[in-house]
């Protein structure tokens, strides 16, 4: 129930209304795509037909709906939970064996399993494994900003400068935040910054291409992602900054 979700904090109460935004957001490119012949969601939420397009729908609105309703949320965030790591270790994960060289099934299994991770933290369970999820995740994000610097630099808004020193930037901050996280070392200071990083990115790049581009899917699910995981980090932030009386941290 709502008692038992993980939002103590200001900051980790921001990042659940974020993080249920960007759900609901997904879970509406669902349903404009399977109903209304809408674009597609792209990757890593590509639907595979239609059941899965509305059951995924149904779980992304229902956990939202939860959210903003204050029932179930428990329930419902590890049911959200459980979807995304399914879908990252039987869609993606396999493409691992195909071509491990390849950069794509690194970068969508672990976007989803760092969705995963913030959920676990989220609903009060297996919270330690969760951040360890979200850690992972950054360490591999920060290897990818280095090894494809070129590529990640491409991506970026054409007007930015330095985008090469950028893509090492923001490469070495997933990698210190996941360090950050590991080592229990300034790791609520470490995610609450990264969560900003994440939002910068959204206003500067993510907003101005959907924008110029409404009517294409993969330029929302991009947005969509990085909202997700803005308010993953800050979830994530607020569970760490939650102390006991004796100072001790609570991990559990």
Request: hydrophobic letters at 55%.
């Amino acid at each position: 129930m709502a008692a038992h979700v993980n939002s103590r904090s200001t900051l980790g109460k921001i990042g659940r209304a974020i993080f249920a935004i960007a759900m609901t957001g997904l879970g509406v490119q669902y349903l404009t795509f399977r109903f209304a012949g809408g674009a597609a969601p792209t990757d890593p939420w590509t639907p595979s037909g239609p059941v899965w397009a509305s059951l995924t729908a149904a779980i992304l609105l229902g956990f939202a709906l939860s959210v903003a309703m204050r029932k179930y949320e428990r329930e419902l965030t590890r049911l959200l939970a459980l979807t995304l790591f399914l879908r990252a270790m039987l869609v993606y994960a396999p493409g691992f064996f195909t071509n491990i060289r390849a950069p794509g099934p690194w970068t969508l299994t672990f976007e989803l399993l760092a969705m995963c991770g913030a959920a676990l933290v989220l609903a009060n369970t297996f919270q330690v494994v969760g951040r360890y999820c979200v850690a992972v995740s950054l360490a591999v994000y920060g290897a990818q900003h280095f090894i494809y610097a070129a590529i990640v630099a491409k991506s970026m808004a054409p007007w930015m400068p330095g985008r090469i020193f950028f893509a090492w930037f923001v490469g070495g901050a997933f990698v210190a935040t996941a360090l950050a996280i590991v080592a229990r070392k300034f790791d609520a200071l470490a995610t609450a910054l990264l969560g900003l990083m994440f939002l910068f990115i959204v206003a500067l790049q993510h907003v101005p291409r959907v924008i110029a581009t409404p009517h294409i899917g993969k330029e929302w699910t991009n947005l969509l992602v990085a909202l997700a995981m803005t308010g993953g980090a800050w979830i994530v932030a607020g569970s760490l900054s939650t102390v006991t009386d004796t100072g001790a941290r609570k991990y559990g």
